[in-house]
């Protein structure tokens, strides 16, 4: 260790905090002519720097004119953040490093030890979920609508065969061999006399399945694709984590009946790919436990402020530019891994190969592309297209970009958007696309000559107006593909998109109920139920955040959708289902991206399948019981619950 930053809580008040940051020269070498760079979340106040000089873009910060720092010396200096009071230790400063300001042309980064902030508070002990000391025989998740526990056991081992199948089987009976393989090594053949019976049967309800296990056979119904899918995944969760004989891998199944259909048609996940790049066994490893918990569609939220990940023919620049950041990159720095250059994309091979694995396992994906807000590295990468040197308008998002919004007066916007919303529709087979148009900030647009003529022309009066303009383009774009848009909720500001658009309402239940009372289809996916990033507890070293509050797994199992809006109510037809989200920031390892997820998915994907008379919470725990042996199995480095 050369250098360590220690960064102190030392005032908290109505409003604000301040802070003390201190950096301790470790080494017999003074430093002259140096800066500091480090990453914090929220703005801080440049005013109140006790000494330097402060400059951020987003969370990348750098303390400049600084004195010498001498051999075995320390710097200290005191700022203000407007915002209220830190509660972890993720809120800190976790990352950061020195360079030497004659480094002109290219960073030379000293790396920085960095220790957990000092929150000035007494600690709290760790949020626990006590589980029962004996789980259920049968742990299935979600809860089937109906079961009955046979007597008897049906043996599972390598001379089970699947009899032939209908081909409407097929992607289920591909997920189910890729799964065979991890137990006995090889695949699950098929025979014309197999024991496994995959049959079609239009008397079972679309996307529900039959499900009968006998000593000799096993028989499955279904009269769609997912419904075999979903068959499967409960099949899958009745094998045990342990064969009962070791020497022939023979894994016993109890003889159950299971007749089951899904309360949502929607049952989603988004990730968040565009903060920090996923790999794509990464991705795969995702969609495996999402079929496995009957999800059928995964939001892939493909571009962001810090970085654009999806291959586009026509615009090379989004990958070679704008999907890497780092201090000598266009893209600075951002979140993590600030010292050196980070980031990945997908190439359309890549994603084509993701496409065809989700769907063998029942699962649409979604691709959404954020305009015009969280756009900057778009903007970055396509400068000469997308940048307006005539706007002037002053703003910050909330992210504290001052420059992360495309111009609905530029026509390179629109040749942007057509080009690559077009190649977007050819990649992905799923009749939507996700468009963002979220937290677009005030003062957006409004010292822009060419924006206000636009408004002139066309009787706006609000500049959001603007922002409803662009997203009409936008779904037009889609419409004349095949595809329906989808949005965040801030797609309905400027009342321009139709009813025809799918909104996903994030920000509150009541965000939600409003879009449901104006006549738009809506995914509930409110943060303080649903987002995955949460902290999972009170104590300061849960991982996380907190700006919508804390996500124990308590909370997330009794949250219910729109409870409000009576059962028989004709508005709850446009409640299409749920979805789960896990946001990025702080997400740049499997590790904490296993631990951020399991086992909250579990309890999401009852919220989303069971119906709400079916659900209850102790029944949950007994069932959660088993699952998190499966889990321990699988290598999952899931939160535990007590």
Not at 450 to 468: I, K, S, V
Not at 503 to 509: A, H, M, N
């Amino acid at each position: 260790m050369t250098y360590r930053l220690d960064f102190t809580v030392i005032e908290k008040a109505k409003g604000y905090c301040r802070y003390a940051l201190s950096l301790h020269n470790l080494t017999d070498q003074a430093l002259h002519g140096w800066s500091l760079y480090f990453f914090v979340s929220r703005c801080i106040d440049p005013a109140s720097i006790s000494v330097g000089t402060i400059s951020q873009m987003g969370s990348y910060s750098c303390l400049s004119q600084l004195p010498p720092l001498e051999a075995n010396g320390h710097f200290y200096t005191e700022f203000t953040m407007r915002t209220l009071p830190f509660n972890l230790h993720d809120d800190g400063i976790n990352e950061a490093f020195i360079a030497l300001d004659n480094d002109q042309d290219q960073i030379q980064p000293l790396k920085v030890h960095t220790t957990a902030i000092n929150l000035d508070k007494d600690p709290i002990e760790r949020y626990c979920t006590p589980l029962p000391s004996v789980g259920c025989d049968i742990a299935l998740i979600p809860q089937p609508n109906h079961l009955i526990r046979l007597q008897g056991e049906f043996v599972f081992d390598q001379t089970t065969a699947i009899n032939t199948p209908p081909a409407l089987a097929q992607g289920a009976i591909n997920w189910l061999s890729a799964e065979f393989k991890k137990y006995f090594n090889e695949a699950i053949p098929i025979r014309c006399q197999g024991n496994i019976h995959y049959q079609v049967s239009d008397e079972v309800i679309e996307h529900g399945y039959q499900l009968l296990i006998e000593s000799d056979n096993i028989w499955i119904q279904a009269s769609s694709a997912t419904g075999f899918v979903h068959a499967t995944s409960s099949l899958l969760q009745l094998l045990p984590n342990k064969p009962s004989h070791h020497a022939v891998a023979a894994y016993c199944l109890p003889m159950v009946e299971i007749t089951d259909q899904p309360h949502y048609s929607y049952r989603g996940m988004m990730l968040d790919c565009g903060r920090h790049f996923h790999p794509v066994d990464r991705i795969k490893h995702l969609l495996d436990h999402l079929a496995r918990y009957k999800f059928n569609t995964f939001h892939w939220h493909l571009t962001d402020d810090e970085g654009w990940r999806i291959e586009i023919d026509a615009y090379p620049q989004l990958t070679e530019i704008g999907a890497w950041r780092g201090p000598n990159e266009v893209i600075a720095p951002q979140f993590s891994h600030i010292d050196q250059r980070y980031g990945g994309f997908y190439t359309k091979q890549d994603i084509r190969d993701v496409i065809a694995y989700a769907s063998d396992r029942g699962i649409t994906i979604i691709p959404e592309i954020d305009i015009p807000g969280h756009s900057r590295a778009a903007i970055l990468s396509l400068p000469e297209l997308l940048k307006d040197p005539n706007d002037h308008s002053l703003y910050r998002s909330i992210q504290n970009y001052p420059d992360n919004i495309l111009s609905p007066a530029l026509a390179g916007t629109y040749t942007f958007i057509k080009t690559v919303l077009e190649e977007v529709c050819e990649l992905f087979p799923a009749p939507f696309v996700h468009i963002g148009a979220d937290e677009v900030p005030k003062g957006v647009w409004t010292d822009s000559a060419a924006c206000q003529q636009l408004m002139t022309d066309n009787n706006y009066h609000d500049p959001m107006e603007l922002q409803g303009h662009l997203l009409r383009f936008a779904e037009q774009v889609l419409r004349d593909k095949g595809k329906r848009m989808m949005g965040w909720e801030e797609a309905t500001h400027g009342n321009k998109v139709s009813k025809d658009t799918v909104i996903f309402s994030w920000l509150s239940e009541e965000a939600g109920l409003e879009c449901v009372k104006n006549g738009f289809d809506v995914v509930m996916q409110p943060a303080q139920s649903t987002y995955l990033d949460l902290a999972q507890g009170y104590s300061a070293d849960e991982a996380g955040v907190d700006w919508a509050g804390k996500l124990p797994l308590d909370k997330v199992y009794n949250y219910h959708p729109l409870s409000m809006i009576a059962d028989e109510n004709s508005e709850r037809q446009h409640i299409l289902g749920i979805q789960t989200a896990l946001w990025s920031e702080l997400i740049n390892n499997q590790s904490r991206f296993e631990y951020m997820i399991y086992p909250r998915l579990l309890a999401v994907s009852e919220i989303c399948w069971s119906k709400p008379q079916h659900r209850n919470w102790d029944d949950f725990k007994a069932r959660l019981k088993g699952q998190l042996n499966y889990l321990d199995k699988a290598g999952i480095n899931y939160r535990h619950c007590e």
